[in-house]
Nanobody, 116 residues
Framework: QVQLVESGGGLVQAGGSLRLSCAAS????????MGWYRQTPGNNRELVAR???????DYADSVKGRFTISRDNAKNTVYLQMNSLKPEDAAVYYC??????????WGQGTQVTVSS
């Protein structure tokens, strides 16, 4: 069993910053990658940023240059630094962990609201 605990969401003005955190705990034996996804009503969940156990990263085109993903492998924790936030960034953000030889787990999501 694996649990993901997310924190850092909230309300911020356009142009501001937020930092999301996600800590995984439980039966974690081998991690392939961790990432952040977001979803708005009526839309599919989309990749925001992902980082592998080797440190390679992927970003959605819409957030490149503004968001940075990082991780602490020893703590099984992933962070998302979000700068220059735009109203279109508003969504529920979900943390994900990919376990080798096992399955993926998802957090419950944290709301990010950006006011203009």
């Amino acid at each position: 069993q694996v649990q993901l605990v997310e924190s850092g969401g909230g309300l911020v003005q356009a142009g501001g910053s937020l930092r999301l955190s996600c800590a995984a705990s439980g039966s974690i034996f081998s991690v392939n990658a961790m990432g952040w996804y977001r979803q708005t009503p009526g839309n599919n969940r989309e990749l925001v940023a992902r980082i592998t156990r080797f440190g390679s990263t992927d970003y959605a085109d819409s957030v490149k240059g503004r968001f940075t993903i990082s991780r602490d492998n020893a703590k099984n924790t992933v962070y998302l630094q979000m700068n220059s936030l735009k109203p279109e960034d508003a969504a529920v953000y979900y943390c994900e962990i990919e376990l080798r030889y096992s399955r993926d787990y998802w957090g419950q999501g944290t709301q990010v609201t950006v006011s203009s």
